[in-house]
C-alpha cells in the first residue's frame, strides 16, 4: 500500500500521518489481508496495525520504489506490487480494479 499511495500522492514517508491517509492504508490493507487469507495466509487485524505504525514511524524523509520511478519518468512496477491483489478475487468476492 506503501508504493501506490506515496506515487499517487507524489510524497514521502510523512503522508501517512495523516489520518485520511491513514484509513485509506488501512482499507487497502484490509484487501490485500482478504486476497492473502483467501490464498491460505495467516493474518489479520493485528497485521494491519502493524504496517500502520510501521509507516507512520517511517521517516519523513523516505519514499517508495514507485514515487521514484515515477519522479523519474520510468516504468512503474505497479503489476509486480499490486498485481497479485487485484487479479484474485476475495472471499467476499469484491476487490479493487
Known sequence: MANPITTLTLQR???FRRP???RLSREL????????RAEGALLGE???EN???HQ???PSYCGSSMLYDRLANRPLETEYITGAVVKLPTSTGWMFR
Open 56 to 58: 507512520i514511524n517511517t
Open 51 to 53: 504496517v500502520i505504525k
Open 46 to 48: 493485528d497485521d494491519i
Open 13 to 15: 514517508g510523512d503522508v
Open 20 to 22: 485520511a491517509i491513514q
Open 29 to 36: 490493507l484490509r484487501e490485500t489481508v482478504a486476497v492473502a
